[in-house]
């Protein structure tokens, strides 16, 4: 089992930057293909970023693609998420989660992770 901890959320106006940061408890984080969701208000849980246990692969959803960049350290048990050229869509309450299984794709549902955080909140103005 594993807990994770976002952090880095805040407030910040359209076309700045803020660094998400996602922390997991656990000898056996390595394992974990990892990701990125968020949920604004009154609409569901979407897919933002995925990462491979490696941090090999990435892939993002077609709103984030080139202003958003995933990445993980594995000796530090931590993923994140950098966020550039923040736009008032993207606020919204951020969740990393953490899967089992087999690593040979990347999860972009928010079906496929089996461990979530208590998630971080970005508020973008205009």
């Known amino acids: 089992q594993v807990q994770l901890v976002e952090s880095g959320g805040g407030l910040v106006q359209a076309g700045g930057s803020l660094r998400l940061s996602c922390a997991a408890s656990?000898?056996?984080?390595?394992?974990?293909?990892m990701g990125w969701f968020r949920q604004a208000p009154g609409k569901e849980r979407e897919f933002v970023a995925a990462?491979?246990?490696?941090?090999?692969?990435?892939g993002y959803a077609d709103s984030v693609k080139g202003r958003f960049t995933m990445s993980r350290d594995n000796a530090k048990n931590t993923v994140y998420l950098q966020m550039n050229s923040l736009k008032p869509e993207d606020t919204a309450v951020y969740y990393c989660g953490a899967a089992h299984g087999a690593d040979y794709y990347l999860r972009l549902t928010r079906y496929e992770y089996d461990y979530w955080g208590q998630g971080t909140r970005v508020t973008v103005s205009s």
């Open positions: 990462i491979s246990r490696s941090g090999g692969r990435t």
């Open positions: 656990g000898r056996t984080f390595s394992s974990y293909p």
